[in-house]
């Protein structure tokens, strides 16, 4: 009984082991591709230097709370088809609650987030431009109150978090 327990328990994990894997996975794929530019920076990083800043992303009040922060960009049309496929896939198999969307002439902005309760583990920004398909990702256990206050700025769209 307790072998037959084990095995059930064992295929479980190994059936979820791929969704548990896929956004690490995503930034895995197109971070070292040409004409995909990439910053992966370490929570070590952050607790250096909490004030730290990018052209996307000000993390600010949040640093503490961060452990790790992935951002992808592409011009390349055909990376941008695949990656938008990818970060549907992701944010459809994972459960990712669908915080803001924004349309506007020339772009697409979303945020999604995965939550436990009041605590925000994973942020998604995805800015879809019509030159530009950047994908932001924000993990660590963030207040939600904490998370409003960062500046996550989508460029082309001029919007903010």
Known sequence: MIMKTNRLFLAGVLLLLPLLCQAQGLFAKYSDMNNVSSVYIS????EMNPELYTKDVNVGKLAKQLELVQ????MDNGIKREMRRDIESVVRAQKYELLMKQKGIVSRMAFYVKRKGETVQDLIMVVDGAATLK???LVGDMTIKAVS???LRAHETGAYL
């Open 43 to 46: 929570k070590a990083m952050i």
């Open 71 to 74: 951002i992808l960009s592409t």
């Open 135 to 137: 994908y932001v990702r």
């Open 149 to 151: 206050y960062t500046h």
